[in-house]
């Protein structure tokens, strides 16, 4: 287990458990958590204590690869996390007004999306919440150290890395509780947006227990049929089923719900595709966010032609549809969920991060 995995109450019982006052353990929750620090830079606390903090609570961090773009705007980066040593990847991107990580629920994904690179590696765990949160920790580090031109300081957190965040309900739940802390990062809700492929009774907790926290669904077809084999669960959610479920999330939350829709040539990327979609978004208001399918080594799929996009984009806005493209950040650092994670193989031991870093290497709990 990770430090990162402990709540308030939980480190302060593990502290007094050693003898610490409990202002200690709030010192060193608000310093793990509101600057984002590694034990070593907790000058505040005494070296004996940091030690022990380090073997028994380890920040469960390591940084096995880093690869940047967009002139140092877009960082991806394939963590080790936890004692079990999952690796996943983490993105971090910086916009002039904004800067928002990416990151991973599970390592890989069952869902079995087959133009997705996390779907062609299949599940092989779930994170725990600690995990979870520990990458926005990361984020939160990095942030600092982004181009001049962004805010430099961590504004939003989105689930759309590896894995599929409702299928990890519990852990997810529990990091953003977490990362919403007064007394840690404190993130608002209104800043963290969970990206899912449509589990219905998951929609369906998210907005009675984090009404707050933004949805956005991944259609990418908008008939029964083209949809089931795009994206296997709607066999189990159609249609039908899952915009109901997107309404009554509107209805109770109050906020607009968001469309993900990956353009894939010749697929799913028709005027027709985009008529029934225009229906479904204008009753659902929502915001339709078009993905240029970023390729994959696991599927023949590519993406649409940039006028095919253009003449998508005009049907949704003649049927009074709020669409977006989305920039395609950090193409060439393989920025598609799950891609630098298949180059590196489940063993990835890679340590020129730890060379970039000037870290010693290896040791568990060093972060950043
Ligand atoms: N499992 C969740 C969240 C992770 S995937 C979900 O599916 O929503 C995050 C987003 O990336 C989803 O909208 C997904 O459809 C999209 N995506 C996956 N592979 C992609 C690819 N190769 N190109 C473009 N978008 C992709
Ligand atoms: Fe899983 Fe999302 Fe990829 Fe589908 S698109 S396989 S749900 S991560």
Redesign the pocket.
Known sequence: MSVYDLSPDELTERLTAWGEPAFRAKQVYAQLWKRAATYEEMSDVSSALRERLAIDLPLGVEVLDERTADRGATRKALLRLGEAGHVIETVLMGYPDRVTVCVSSQVG?A?G?G????GQMGLESNLTAGEIAAQVVWAKREAARLPEVTPQRLTNVV???????LANYRPVHEAIVRLMDPAGMRLGARHLTV???GLVPGIERLSVELPQVGL?V?L?AADDELRNELVPPNRLYPLAELEAAMAAWRDRTRRRPSI?W?MIDGVNDADEQAGKLAAIAYRLRAHVNL?P????PGSPSRPSPTRRIGSFVHVLEAGGVNVTIRDTRGRRIDA??GQLRLEHGADATVTRADRLRGTSGGARGRQG
């Open positions: 994904c869902m999306c133009f997705c690179a996390t689930f759309m890395g590896m894995g599929e965040p990206s899912t492929v956005a991944s990418h993900e990956a993905i399918l970023n390729p994959t598609a969920c």
